[in-house]
């Protein structure tokens, strides 16, 4: 089945553009964005997080999570970081998908796009992220894509291969803490070859960690569908956040993937690109150890090419 492109109404934003090819759909936001604020198989659940109080919402100046994908530009600031994303962006066919553009923002600059298309006919999407320095002089950024993803589910992280002592005398990685990363909370699972982290609704502390292994995935389990998120890391680039390739944060709502491009200088009129390519596996088994990754979900997942 080839890809089909339509207006729809969603939860009160009446101007949305579905895609869909018969496995999986996902829905963008013209009335506020970019962001995809939907994605999953068709006539099933949606794989992100939702904000019913904020469904429908648009204008303003405050910065709204809404929920779904974003893209955003790195390292994190306030207020840099948080530009609203409450006007209407412009969508413009391309090839089996569209091109989403925001407004250049007024505060910085930066004029986000995303590039964003399915595959004809497996339950799988590719996202092309472009930040362009509209602005009068350089800026030094990357790309961060966020995934949000919808609650009750389990994060996968991989981590480097585990190797003997006298055959790995230089570090492979680092893992990036932030002040309120509490590496005693439950939530976590610390294995030795992936972490995983739960997202728990009956859990008010905010958790974050960042990794500078490039594995090129990152995965979510929930109610027996795996998302799988790939990236193609750069060899040798500086990247934000101590190095960080990916990320994860968590909170009583939600849990975030998150991916990031390395640091550039932007010259006005240049852009810079981050590619993900998303996957969606069902009937996989549940996600409580590391044995259950090695089994269910190292089969599955594969870096982006």
């Known amino acids: 089945m080839s890809v089909r492109d339509q ?21 963008v936001t013209a009335d506020v964005g970019p962001r995809v604020i939907r994605f999953g198989f068709t006539d099933g659940g949606n794989e992100f997080a939702e904000f019913a109080d904020l469904l429908g919402k648009t204008g303003g100046e405050e910065w709204r999570i809404y929920g779904g994908h974003r893209l955003w530009h790195a390292p994190e600031e306030m207020p840099r970081t948080y530009y609203p994303d409450n006007r209407p962006v412009t969508c413009s066919p391309l090839p089996d998908g569209l091109r989403v553009v925001q407004e250049v923002e007024s505060t910085t600059g930066i004029q986000k ?69 509490d590496l005693s909370d439950p939530r976590w699972t610390w294995g030795r070859s992936c972490v995983l982290l739960k997202q728990d609704m009956h859990r008010l502390a905010p958790l974050k960690i960042g990794h500078s292994w490039p594995a090129g995935w990152l995965a979510y389990w929930r109610e027996g569908h795996l998302f799988v998120k790939r990236y193609t890391p750069v060899p040798d680039a500086v990247y934000p956040d101590f190095g960080s390739v990916v990320e994860l944060f968590t909170d009583d709502q939600i849990l975030e993937l998150e ?25 996989v088994p549940p996600i409580h150890t590391e044995a259950d990754v090695l089994a269910h979900v190292l089969p599955l997942v594969s870096p982006a090419t």
Do not use: K
């Open 259 to 283: 991916t990031l491009g390395p640091l550039v200088s932007l010259d006005p009129g240049e852009s810079v690109e981050h590619r993900e390519i998303w996957s969606l596996q069902a009937e």
């Open 7 to 27: 207006q729809v109404h969603f939860h009160g934003w009446p101007n949305c553009r579905q895609l869909s090819n018969g496995v999986v759909d996902l829905i």
């Open 113 to 181: 796009e995303m590039d964003i298309s399915l595959a004809a006919a497996t339950a799988e999407a590719h996202i092309v992220h472009r930040l362009r320095n509209r602005g009068a002089w350089p800026v030094t950024l990357a790309p961060w894509a966020l995934t949000v993803m919808a609650p009750g589910g389990t994060a996968i992280l991989p981590l480097p291969p585990h190797g003997p002592h006298n055959e790995n005398l230089r570090p492979v990685g680092t893992l990036t803490l932030w002040a309120y990363s």
